[in-house]
């Protein structure tokens, strides 16, 4: 760890938040690959947009492209993705934006950690960023029956090692703050139970107008 860094003082998060006219917060989806997060969470980004409210999706695979191109499979490997990633929720969260993290995050340790790092920091003087843990629950059965990439397939053939829930474990959450169970539910509905639970707290504004749609690009 680096020791000859200063931390520079900026705006404070309230004052972040006052200008935006909103808060920021983490929403951290977990499952089983092909529970459905990546597809609730890109509706659920699309709905907070429609509503005006600042929102950016974080998705597991979108980030091996870039920031964790030098990541593999490993425990270690996903401990340290869902590390950095957390760390660049939290500031997405900082910044008065909803930051939407779609991961599998198979260990209760690493999403505990990513959890930590939203309740409290040294140079935080507005206490902790809401961190919202969303489990997408689904039986393994329904997921690998799902499989839109084909990856339970290859990993019951022994073709990708270290794939959650075959020969890799699932730890699910213990105390998620949200349940979606997209085996039972459209996405249209678990989108609305996502937004109901952030207007009943607060953590964005209630009724909000739809702000005009957006033309399609030439």
Same mark, same amino acid.
């Given at each position: 760890?680096?020791? @000859?860094?200063?931390? %520079? ?10 200008? &935006? ?25 699309? %709905? ?6 600042? $929102?950016?999706?974080?998705?597991? /695979? ?5 920031? @964790? ?8 490997? &996903?401990?340290? @993705? ?7 929720? &939290? ?18 340790? +690493? ?9 409290? %920091?040294?140079?935080?003087? +507005? ?27 290859? $990993? ?5 090692? %270290? ?11 213990? @105390? ?23 207007? /009943? ?18």
């Amino acid at each position: 760890m680096a020791t @000859n860094i200063t931390w %520079h003082p900026s705006l404070s998060r309230s004052e972040r938040a006052a200008y &935006r006219g909103q808060r920021g917060l983490t929403l951290w989806f977990t499952g089983l690959s092909a529970s459905g997060k990546s597809t609730v969470a890109v509706a659920l980004e699309q %709905h907070l947009l429609h509503l005006g409210v600042a $929102a950016y999706r974080l998705d597991g /695979d979108n980030v091996r492209f870039g920031l @964790n191109k030098d990541l593999g499979f490993s425990d270690g490997d &996903r401990a340290e @993705n869902i590390r950095r990633v957390a760390e660049v929720a &939290r500031l997405f969260a900082d910044a008065a934006v909803v930051a939407i993290a779609s991961f599998i995050s198979p260990f209760r340790a +690493d999403r505990e950690l990513a959890r930590a790092l939203h309740a409290s %920091h040294e140079h935080d003087a +507005d206490g902790p960023l809401p961190f919202v843990e969303v489990f997408v629950d689904v039986p393994l059965a329904v997921a690998e029956a799902r499989d839109p990439k084909g990856l339970y397939r290859r $990993a019951r053939a022994g073709e990708v090692k %270290h794939f959650t829930g075959i020969d890799s474990p699932y730890e699910p959450p213990e @105390n998620p703050d949200i349940v979606l169970r997209t085996d039972q539910a459209s996405v249209e509905d678990c989108v609305a139970q996502v937004v109901r639970w952030l207007e /009943d707290r607060g953590l964005i504004p209630a009724g909000k107008t739809p702000v005009a749609d957006v033309p399609p690009a030439p």
